[in-house]
């Protein structure tokens, strides 16, 4: 997309899944600056992700995400363990995942790969990784806005 071309419509539910606070600071941050229209939620761990997901507890309230952004190096229930429930979840399934992590581990990909995750991102520190990741984010909103439109 263009510089100075405004995306329009619905904005896109993001559930980010991440326990640093500095990486929550810095998505916020490139979203806000790229002028991507979205609705982020933020959880700290696995346990935490899934009951959002799934609207259990004091998450009653939630709304479905569009997309998650799934950390895998999180404290208790691992990305691994969320992205295998979240694929054996018939009502979860079909939201997109793209793991963003510091790992480089190819364990890690592989597994990710296995459970059909739509990206696989290692934390970008630099500008084109996040322009890379905000692109990602605009595909997935063009075809979820299609979607519901």
């Known amino acids: 997309m263009k ?3 405004k995306i329009t419509g619905r904005a896109i539910e993001i559930l980010h ?5 500095g ?3 810095l998505l916020k941050q490139v979203l806000k600056k790229a002028g991507f229209p979205n609705k982020l939620n933020v959880v700290l761990d696995g346990e935490q992700a899934l ?3 799934k609207r259990e507890k004091n998450y009653s309230w939630a709304p479905k ?3 998650v952004l799934l950390d895998l190096k999180l404290p208790g229930k691992d990305g691994i363990t969320v992205l295998n429930e979240i694929r054996q979840n018939d009502s979860l399934t079909n939201i997109p995942v793209i793991v963003l992590t510091g790992s480089e581990s190819e364990l890690d990909m592989n597994w990710a790969s296995r459970l059909s995750v739509q990206h ?3 934390k970008p520190y630099d500008l084109d990784g996040f322009t890379e990741l905000i692109k990602l984010l605009r595909e997935i909103w063009m075809k979820t806005f299609r979607k519901h439109s």
Request: glycine content about 4%.
């Open 17 to 21: 899944v991440e326990d640093s606070p």
């Open 51 to 53: 009951l959002f997901l």
């Open 120 to 122: 696989y991102l290692v």
């Open 3 to 5: 510089p100075g071309i």
């Open 65 to 67: 995400p569009d997309v």
């Open 23 to 25: 990486d929550v600071t």
